[in-house]
């Protein structure tokens, strides 16, 4: 779910574009890759590219309460800014993880990974 404005430079390139990749690593996340280089490929990243479209009116309110639900200040945020609910639909997945090349995944197997734990958990038990 994304909450963007066309005056921000991503909300303008998708008027005229519509897919999209975002880049995530691993050394984002507290406590990760601690002393391993960000560039090394056992600090991981994926890409997840597709195609950026607004909500549709029918899942509209259901968007809105998940989305609110975890950043409640994006309700006030400016009327006058226009911010539009998006949804990715994703096409592909890119992910390096280890040495030897990026592992191409199909969204379904990505989406059905079995995560033994979520990084809330990590950084509740780090603190």
């Not at 597709?50 to 409640?72: I, N, Q, T």
């Not at 226009?82 to 639909?89: A, K, P, V």
């Not at 979520?118 to 780090?126: C, K, L, P, Q, T």
Request: aromatic letters at 8%; glycine letters at 6%.
């Amino acid at each position: 779910m994304f909450f963007l404005t066309s005056l921000d430079a991503t909300g303008a390139d998708i008027q005229v574009q519509k897919n999209v990749t975002l880049s995530l690593a691993e050394v984002q996340l507290p406590g990760f890759c601690v002393g391993t280089d960000p560039e090394d490929p056992t600090c991981a990243k994926v890409s997840i590219s597709g195609v950026m479209s607004p909500v549709p009116e029918e899942g509209l309110e259901e968007a809105k309460h998940l989305l609110f639900s975890r950043h409640p200040a994006m309700r006030t945020w400016p009327v006058g800014h226009h911010f539009t609910m998006y949804e990715l639909h994703v096409a592909h997945i890119r992910l390096l993880d280890f040495y030897g090349g990026a592992a191409d995944l199909e969204p379904h197997e990505y989406f059905a990974a079995n995560v033994s734990c979520s990084i809330a958990d990590d950084m509740h038990s780090a603190s």
